[in-house]
């Protein structure tokens, strides 16, 4: 396993900006999940590590050393994207070996024997090994082209949304195996995805990417209590950080123009009138949907709450954000 | 607009079973979602009432006419796909008129309804674009417009957002409720995807093997559920169970499972056997003195809440708590569980049994 750090590191497609100077280390050992929007960079980011793309300007390096023009067989990562590909003509056995058995990796037919083994029991796929991967689920297709990196040992694993295909029961799953996989092996892994859920759920550090760079680094505790922008604070949380103007319930400090309030940040039965217009339940928490002097603002209560949309509830915030007008965030 | 009955309606693809003799009423002005695992039948129940697939046997009534073997030109409904088909060549004007000018009404009242419709849309400023450059959102929206402009007595969706990424899903699926709070039109809306259930719907029926297991308002079937996989379904994390084989006389206020005891909501019919005790996760509290002893395997942080992985010796559960809460993996805690709120299985059955509690839903 290995240090990964980029320095500095550029790309453009066309005309359009993927990265913009963009600098990130990634310690030995760290689960490292991206998060940003559409368009923020967090393929690309994955694809120059891999050496599947090179850098217009800056720098990739894995343990110190420098990737250069490096060729994707030659660095040692191993991806899983979104899609599994998987031979269809081949066992979950030969597709798991598949990797090992390339002439870069000089195992012995034994040792490949015991690591597909190995792999297939952690993924809970021992009992498929004869299938064709045909012959599979999505969730077990999913399974096997992570265990296809798994029974590697690379100096960093690169995956790209791998559960964003799979339905939510298998999804909750997987993120604790992975999890565990992670916390077991010591591996250096980078995650891209969209789901706050599983960035904050498996990540050791959160890296939050906007318009190309990493506006943002640290534990999932830290990002979310502790956002350094708008666009960092928006990124986790459900429901969403309520956004305001910064003087809507009273003084705000200099320069503040947004007000940033989380659900915990808003205290019920005392302040300022607000009206209930609907009144959400999910079973473990209750939603309320509220209107404040013309302001939407979404807040969580009990789940057995007696409100009914229509009725009138006084609220306050408690330690709120305040952001400039340039989104970074005052207090 | 219009009330939906459902009488004993059966479907079956050859030896297939889709829907076993179904019954129930969906009310006028409701938002109702079918829920269930991908061939549960809740697609086929749609289709049926669309008039997409007929009945193998059974009725469906639309304000109170039958019309179970009518083709879908007749029942008056409109039907919203997840892979919403727009005409390439038409703009969104063009989209959303065709169903009106096709009817043959004249072309002062399409641009009249055309207008009122996007004004609720709020896609006024793009009735002049053609569709082909539009953002997956607003696709979304002319598909709706040209589904809405009919006024049809009910409107059919399945899995309307299932094709949208996580936080566009969110925004959408809030615009779909205010929407149908501001038409009132009666909703019948398909989906596997229990949040959106919850938070869309004023009531679910949960579909399994083509039977229905349970209809109820959302917060009901999550608090009440009466079959282990309504339970299991609803809920992220789903329901514990703590199973076990007990002895259950009617009247009684407590369960012992594998010699421990736990105190339950009086039960109202007797049981033995295989039975299990259902919890959610945010009815587990950490205290030193409870007898159910626990090991922290792993904790998954949330933002406000954290779910807080154990072992125990009836095996594993998953407890919500506050973030605030400091718990380490490995530590050791006693479990206790919130009495009030738990309902206990008969395993073999998967049903509820029946107690103060609950027999007011059941």
């Known amino acids: 396993m290995a240090q990964v750090v980029l320095d500095g590191v550029s790309k453009r497609f066309g005309s359009t900006v993927a990265l913009d100077a963009l600098s990130l280390t990634i310690p030995d050992g760290a689960f490292v999940v991206l998060l940003g929007p559409t368009g923020a960079g967090k393929t690309t980011t994955l694809r120059l590590i891999a050496g599947l793309d090179q850098p217009d300007a800056g720098a990739v390096l894995m343990d110190g050393r420098l990737m250069g023009q490096a060729a994707p067989a030659q660095r040692n990562v191993a991806m899983v994207f979104q899609q599994y590909s998987l031979y269809p003509h081949l066992t979950v056995e030969q597709n798991l070996a598949f990797p090992l058995r390339s002439p870069l990796s000089r195992l012995t037919s034994e040792q490949i024997d015991r690591r597909v083994r190995e792999v297939a029991e952690m993924l809970q796929i021992a009992h498929k090994l004869g299938n064709k991967a045909t012959a599979l689920s999505g969730g077990e297709m999913q399974r096997v082209s992570i265990g296809r990196a798994l029974v590697r040992n690379p100096s960093i694993y690169l995956m790209d949304e791998p559960l964003s295909s799979l339905d939510a029961k298998l999804r909750a799953d997987l993120r604790l195996e992975l999890k565990a996989i992670h916390a077991g092996s010591g591996a250096t892994l980078l995650y891209v995805t969209h789901d706050q859920t599983e960035a904050m759920t498996m990540a050791t550090h959160i890296g939050v990417l906007e318009n190309g760079r990493v506006t943002q680094f640290g534990s999932p505790r830290d990002v979310y209590e502790n956002p350094v922008s708008l666009s960092a604070a928006r990124r986790l949380g459900q429901p969403r950080i309520n956004v305001l103007p910064a003087d809507l319930f009273g003084p705000a400090p200099p320069n503040a123009r947004w007000l940033g309030l989380r659900p915990e940040q808003i205290r019920l039965g005392q302040g300022q009138d607000a009206t209930v217009v609907r009144v959400e339940r999910l079973g473990d928490q209750t939603r309320l949907h509220l209107v404040f002097r013309n302001h939407d603002i979404v807040t969580v209560t009990d789940a057995h709450t007696a409100l009914v949309g229509g009725e009138v509830i006084r609220i306050e915030p408690d330690r709120p954000f305040y952001f400039d007008a340039s989104d970074t965030r005052l207090i | ?362």
Not at chain 2, 191 to 218: C, F, K, S, W, Y
Not at chain 2, 334 to 361: C, H, I, K, M, W
């Open chain 2, 1 to 362: 607009m219009a009330q939906i009955r459902i009488e004993n309606l059966h479907k079956s693809f050859g030896d297939f079973t889709a829907v076993q003799s179904s019954t129930f009423s969906i009310e006028d002005g409701e938002f109702f979602m079918l829920l269930g695992p991908s061939g549960c039948g809740k697609t086929t129940t749609l289709r049926m009432m669309a008039g997409l697939e007929l009945p193998t046997s059974g009725r469906i009534y639309i304000d109170g006419e039958e019309v179970g073997m009518k083709p879908a030109s007749q029942r008056d409904i409109a039907f919203v796909f997840q892979m919403f088909a727009l005409y390439p060549h038409l703009n969104v004007r063009r989209n959303i008129a065709y169903p009106l000018v096709s009817q043959g009404m004249s072309r002062a009242t399409v641009r009249q309804k055309v207008a009122e419709v996007a004004a609720i849309l709020g896609i006024e400023h793009i009735l002049d674009l053609p569709v082909g450059g539009l953002s997956g959102g607003d696709r979304q929206r002319v598909a709706l417009g040209r589904a809405i402009v009919r006024q049809p007595k009910a409107f059919l969706m399945d899995e309307p957002l299932g094709a949208l990424d996580a936080e566009f899903r969110e925004r959408m699926a809030q615009e779909l409720r205010a929407l149908h709070d501001r038409m009132g039109a009666t909703t019948v809306y398909v989906t596997h995807d229990q949040l959106e259930a919850m938070q869309m719907g004023d009531r679910i029926a949960v579909m399994n093997h083509g039977v229905v297991e349970q209809i109820g308002a959302p917060q009901v079937l999550y608090d009440w559920p009466a079959t282990m996989f309504v339970a299991g379904f609803i809920g992220s994390p789903p329901m514990n169970f703590l199973p076990g084989n007990a002895e259950l006389a009617a009247g009684t206020d407590h369960i012992r499972i594998d010699g421990h005891a736990f105190r339950i909501p009086r039960t109202e019919e007797s049981a033995h056997g295989a039975l299990a005790v259902g919890v959610r996760p945010e009815h587990l509290h950490f205290t030193d003195d409870a007898g159910l002893r626990a090991r922290v395997v792993a904790t998954e942080y949330l933002g406000t809440t954290q779910i807080v992985a154990l072992t125990t010796p009836l095996g594993d559960l998953k407890a919500r708590v506050s973030s605030r809460v400091d718990i380490r993996v490995g530590e050791a805690v006693g479990v206790q569980l919130d009495e009030r709120t738990l309902t206990v299985f008969d395993v073999a059955s998967g049903r509820a049994l029946v107690s103060a509690a609950n027999r007011g839903v059941l």
